[in-house]
Every structure is written in C-alpha cells, then in structure tokens.
C-alpha cells in the first residue's frame, strides 16, 4: 500500500452546484488525502459525476453551475483555475464515464494526445512503456483504430490516457461500467497498483461491493448530498448500504 497521511490533497467544502435552476449538489463537503483511494458511491442521479465535472472544470454540453462552497487542492483554491491547468500544473486527470476515446486513431495517437501539456524533456517513451506495462493489450493493439477494440480494452485506453497527462490524482468515473466481471477485475487490480506506486485516486462508482472492495474510504451520495462517510470497511458493514446498494 502506498503511504498515506492525513493532509488532505483535495478538498471539497460546501459544495453547492445548480443546472439551471435545479441544484444538483446541495452543500457537500468531503477530502482526498494524499495517496489514497476514495469512493463515491450512490445511484444513478446522486451527483457523483456532476461533483467531478466540477472539480475538473471540464463541463458537459450543459455546465454544472458552481453556487456556493470551494474547492482546494493542495491547500488553494481551485474554482476559477481553467481546465487546462487542472491538466498541466496540478496534475489531475479524468478518465470519464463512456470514456469518449477517439475511436478514428490508433491506441498510440490516443495515448500521444495525452501528452500535450507535458513539459519539455518529458520521459515520455518511460511512460507509455509504463501504461504497456499495466495495460498489455493496449500493447498488443498499439496500432488498431481505437473503435476496434473491446469494450474493456476501450477503458484501459481511457484510463492510459489520462496516465499519459502526466497525472498524479486520478479521478475515474464508473470505470466498471460494461465490463465483464473478468475485465472488470483486470481494470481495478491495475488501478490499484497505480495507488501503491503513489498515484491518489478518486472513484466514482455504482458497484458499491467493487468500489468498497478497493478503497480506503468511502462517501454515500443521495439526491445531492452525502449522508454516509466513513472508512470502506466500516461501509461495507452499515446496513443501510447492505440493504440498498450490496443486495442484503
């Protein structure tokens, strides 16, 4: 396990978030350490992938409107910081829900517009030897147009590209989804290798079993706010998540 301490690298403090009229967030607060694995879990609707275009600052066709609260990283606030820097200085990535690869270039070109924010000198050979490493059949299939590939293997793309940013906090957003029970298994051993080798994750997840299964810690989203929050072993027990999200 990679070393974990209690100063928070991300932290989301009343976070409140409107689509129009509707508000979609109502005043959530929760914190990202350094070198851990957090999940939100929740159903469909909760909030959990509005609360990652926001941190992100990279909206969908129609933008999450921020109405209240902040966001730091790294101890600063990070609300008015534009996309690009989210990617390039404070090293963050996103590998979204649908993962949105481009499926007319190759794994390779894939994985190279990635790169686009690196700096000069940049051991970029070093990191796509890397996600090769994690990810073999992105290895295998390096040449093949990205909508050729399989489902899983669409998703380690969308996970390697986001590797390739040069990212040291990665947020995912149901990287399950669609995967056969065997890939899926592949996907999340692989993202917790990333962990120990000192990479903080953020997941969004509506396999609160896998989710739990694999994180520190764990916050419950319904409608918009979080009403459970604890260590994932001490979720995993509470019988409001047995009930509702493990099938107990």
Same mark, same amino acid.
């Not at 970029?124 to 293997?153: T, W």
């Given at each position: ?72 990283? =790294? ?47 940049? =051991? @970029? ?12 059949? @992105? ?72 989710? @739990? =299964? ?23 027990? =509470? ?10």
């Amino acid at each position: 396990m990679s070393d974990r301490n209690t100063t928070p690298l991300l932290e989301v403090k009343d976070l409140e978030v409107k689509y129009g009229n509707i508000t979609a967030l109502h005043g959530i607060s929760f914190t990202v350490n350094q070198g851990e694995i957090v999940t939100l879990i929740g159903a469909n609707g909760a909030g959990k992938t509005t609360t990652l275009h926001t941190i992100t600052r990279l909206p969908p066709p129609e933008a999450p409107r921020l109405t209240g609260g902040d966001i730091l990283f =790294d101890g600063k606030s990070i609300v008015k910081t534009e996309p690009h820097d989210v990617v390039r200085k404070l090293h963050c990535a996103l590998a979204p829900e649908g993962r949105h690869i481009f499926g007319n270039l190759t794994v390779m070109e894939n994985l190279t517009l990635a790169t686009y924010s690196r700096e000069k000198g940049a =051991d @970029l050979e070093k990191d796509y030897n890397e996600v090769f490493d994690l990810f073999p059949r @992105l290895a295998e299939r390096r040449h093949q147009r990205s909508e050729s590939l399989s489902g899983g293997e669409q998703q380690m793309l969308a996970v390697g590209r986001a590797l390739m940013s040069g990212c040291k906090f990665l947020m995912l957003d149901e990287p399950s989804m669609g995967l056969a029970p065997l890939l899926m298994y592949d996907m999340f051993r692989a993202l917790k290798q990333l962990n120990q080798e000192g990479i903080t994750i953020l997941l969004v997840e509506q396999n609160a079993k896998l989710a @739990l =299964d694999f994180a520190h810690r764990g916050y419950l989203l319904e409608t918009g706010e979080i009403i459970l929050s604890g260590n994932a072993a001490e979720l995993m027990e =509470d019988p409001d998540i047995h009930k509702a999200y493990l099938g107990h």
